[in-house]
């Protein structure tokens, strides 16, 4: 019964913005996998900005840089939760080392949102969010985003270097000469008429 409450209870969750629903499986909800649980931490991230937004939304004037940053962060929440989805279709060696790349990401992210939460929710006066602390969190996004262009250099990178794992030759198979476009210039048995044949 608890089980079925909880359940429901994530059923019913926001996604993790409206223009861009998440693409997670609907099993993350509960599941341990390590997948699963960095996209529920995802979610706590959005959520918590979603907060922030609301708050600021409230002040007269809003801080503009903050409604920037709630967009921002939100936006590279979206960008992890699909690199998260990626790895469960990749396999279990190469899901796992990106992983452990974006987990970091995804602490990165929970921070920034708590610094903003607190910097929103600590006063009631409006524009009272420091402006050096504010440009700090933009700063600190610029290096997510960076990271997340690496993360996806490292996949392709890995997704190559296994679609070009050399076959193992068959015993008696015959091994063939090597193609005369990259032989760097050198001699072969056989490449000149009056070469014995082997």
Known sequence: ???LFVWQKHKNAPQLDPDFPSLAPATWVLSPRKAARLH????GVIRMVQSCSSANAHRVPPNHQVTKLTRDIIQ???????????????GRGVGR???DLIEPQVAHLEELAGR????TGGSSRPGTASATALVAIDERLSAIEAAHHEIIHLETLLS???????????????????????????????????????
């Open 160 to 198: 190559s270097s296994i679609d070009e794992t050399p076959r193992a030759i068959a015993p008696g198979a015959t091994t063939p000469w090597p193609d005369p476009a990259i032989r760097d210039g050198h001699d072969f048995p056989g490449d000149h008429p009056s070469d014995p044949q082997v």
């Open 116 to 119: 903003l939460a607190i910097m």
């Open 40 to 43: 529920r931490r995802v979610l």
């Open 76 to 90: 590279e929440a979206i960008v992890l939760d699909d690199q998260l989805v990626a790895t469960s279709h990749m």
């Open 97 to 99: 080392r990106l992983l």
């Open 1 to 3: 019964m608890a089980a």
